[in-house]
């Protein structure tokens, strides 16, 4: 039988006290809030305390004050906020709301250290995505979204990283506050050398999704701030993504030209140095273009300075919104013959126009999976997904990440 202290909300603090109960422990506190039970533990009192994740339940003193009376501390989290809130005051352990007791028990039991050891990555490191597009907006921030929301509903760990200096626009995209820019924050951590995977979820915003969630690395809010990206600190982040997560997928800027260099300075920061950085160190580029005659001209002139940055056989081209009424009948054999004859680009992708349904995700802040699950765009964007960025065959594999304790068998207390 253990000594147990609790400071939950009332829905789960009816049902765990009780649980524990049923499993022969003594309870000897209900608080109301952090501060309450910060202020009551001592050494002979509590051995365990059970709290939400959330900042009401959670703090840096209580923690300090479970330290210094020897009390093993356990959170249960049950949204995105308070799993942000656990990393940054330092708790490692913690399970998901709706875990059994004999679930939470056993992270109670567990060796504190072994507990807070990263998992070693599964497999080959996380691979790095970058979407590419030329000037005109051909659509590179919302298949960027879909292809993170694709890998990730396939069962993978996914980061989306904006990385455009000129107008980055995931986060308005998703619906989600850009205050503090993620992945600027993570280049600046980089540079320093004080980037972790714990930093990265810290400064990460989370999609939620029932189909499949990811983190998201925001963007630059006004242009003027394009030198925190430099290009090394750009590639120090990536590196620590590759570590984060099974696949970082980086929404880029329009600009490779390197004109700039002719500057004087040549140690001045360039603002295209965070376009470049990102599709040399991408595993894959997915160039897409507008499939329309302006969005083509554009698309062959500028896929030939991408063929110079990068090598060629890690590029897979993306025609999109691909509609009839601005190239004729039969667009898709159209399109595909332009690039062909032009650019010697064969076997592109399609993407169909569907206005609709881009709009719909806008207005929700989501993405094409979760309003519009049926749209023909969304169609393409999964078989995009699953025949060209996917390892033939790939199988849904575990999600990385700090070790799933929740599934150590139960020892009694």
């Given at each position: 039988?253990?000594?147990?202290?609790?400071?939950?909300?009332?829905?789960?603090?009816?049902?765990?006290?009780?649980?524990?109960?049923?499993?022969?422990?003594?309870?000897?506190?209900?608080?109301?809030?952090?501060?309450?039970?910060?202020?009551?533990?001592d050494?002979?009192?509590?051995?365990?305390?059970?709290?939400s994740?959330?900042?009401?339940?959670?703090?840096?003193?209580?923690?300090?004050?479970?330290?210094?009376?020897?009390?093993?501390?356990?959170?249960?989290?049950?949204?995105?906020?308070?799993?942000?809130?656990?990393?940054?005051?330092?708790?490692?352990?913690?399970?998901?709301?709706?875990?059994?007791?004999?679930?939470?028990?056993?992270?109670?039991?567990?060796?504190?250290?072994?507990?807070?050891?990263?998992?070693?990555?599964a497999?080959?490191?996380?691979?790095?995505?970058?979407?590419?597009?030329?000037?005109?907006?051909?659509?590179?921030?919302?298949?960027?979204?879909?292809?993170?929301?694709?890998?990730?509903?396939?069962?993978?760990?996914?980061?989306?990283?904006?990385?455009?200096t000129?107008?980055?626009?995931v986060?308005?995209?998703?619906?989600?506050?850009?205050?503090?820019?993620?992945f600027?924050?993570?280049?600046?951590?980089?540079?320093?050398?004080?980037?972790?995977?714990?930093?990265?979820?810290?400064?990460?915003?989370?999609?939620?999704?029932?189909?499949?969630?990811?983190?998201?690395?925001?963007?630059?809010?006004?242009?003027?701030?394009?030198?925190?990206?430099?290009?090394?600190?750009?590639?120090?982040?990536?590196?620590?993504?590759?570590?984060?997560?099974?696949?970082?997928?980086v929404?880029?800027?329009?600009?490779?030209?390197?004109?700039?260099?002719?500057?004087?300075?040549?140690?001045?920061?360039?603002?295209?140095?965070?376009?470049?950085?990102?599709?040399?160190?991408?595993?894959?580029?997915?160039?897409?273009?507008?499939?329309?005659?302006?969005?083509?001209?554009?698309?062959?002139?500028?896929?030939?300075?991408?063929?110079?940055?990068?090598?060629?056989?890690?590029?897979?081209v993306?025609?999109?919104?691909?509609?009839a009424?601005?190239?004729?009948?039969?667009?898709?054999?159209?399109?595909?013959?332009?690039?062909?004859?032009?650019?010697?680009?064969v076997?592109?992708?399609?993407?169909?126009?569907?206005?609709?349904?881009?709009?719909?995700?806008?207005?929700?802040?989501?993405?094409?999976?979760?309003v519009?699950?049926?749209?023909p765009?969304?169609?393409?964007?999964?078989?995009?997904?699953?025949?060209?960025?996917?390892?033939?065959?790939?199988?849904?594999?575990?999600?990385?990440?700090?070790?799933?304790?929740?599934?150590?068998?139960?020892?009694?207390?």
């Open positions: 039988m253990a000594r147990l202290a609790f400071a939950l909300p009332h829905n789960l603090e009816s049902v765990l006290v009780d649980d524990a109960r049923d499993h022969g422990h003594d309870v000897v506190a209900r608080c109301a809030s952090a501060g309450e039970l910060a202020s009551m533990l050494p002979s009192s509590a051995e365990f305390v059970v709290v994740s959330a900042e009401r339940y959670l703090t840096a003193r209580l923690l300090t004050e479970a330290d210094r009376a020897g009390v093993r501390v356990v959170a249960i989290n049950d949204t995105d906020a308070g799993r942000r809130n656990a990393i940054t005051v330092g708790l490692h352990e913690v399970v998901e709301d709706g875990a059994t007791w004999p679930v939470i028990e056993a992270v109670l039991l567990a060796n504190p250290l072994k507990a807070s050891a990263p998992l070693a990555p497999g080959d490191r996380g691979r790095v995505i970058a979407v590419w597009g030329p000037a005109g907006s051909p659509g590179r921030t919302s298949l960027a979204i879909n292809i993170a929301a694709e890998l990730a509903s396939a069962g993978h760990t996914v980061a989306l990283a904006d990385v455009d000129y107008s980055g626009s986060a308005p995209t998703l619906g989600l506050l850009d205050e503090a820019p993620g600027a924050a993570a280049c600046r951590l980089a540079g320093t050398g004080s980037l972790t995977q714990l930093e990265l979820e810290r400064i990460a915003q989370r999609y939620v999704s029932s189909h499949g969630s990811f983190w998201v690395l925001t963007g630059i809010g006004r242009p003027s701030r394009w030198p925190e990206l430099s290009a090394s600190r750009v590639e120090g982040a990536l590196e620590l993504c590759r570590e984060w997560v099974d696949y970082t997928v929404d880029t800027g329009f600009n490779l030209e390197n004109d700039e260099e002719i500057s004087s300075d040549m140690f001045a920061p360039r603002r295209n140095a965070a376009t470049i950085e990102a599709l040399r160190a991408a595993d894959q580029v997915v160039a897409v273009g507008s499939a329309d005659p302006v969005g083509l001209s554009r698309f062959l002139r500028a896929h030939v300075d991408l063929l110079e940055t990068i090598v060629t056989e890690r590029v897979v993306v025609m999109n919104r691909l509609r009424a601005v190239v004729g009948a039969s667009p898709a054999r159209q399109v595909a013959q332009s690039l062909e004859r032009f650019g010697g680009i076997a592109p992708v399609m993407i169909p126009h569907d206005q609709a349904a881009f709009d719909a995700a806008v207005l929700e802040g989501a993405t094409l999976y979760d519009a699950v049926k749209s765009a969304r169609a393409a964007i999964t078989t995009l997904v699953n025949e060209r960025i996917l390892p033939p065959g790939a199988a849904k594999r575990a999600r990385r990440g700090r070790p799933r304790r929740a599934k150590a068998q139960p020892t009694p207390i």
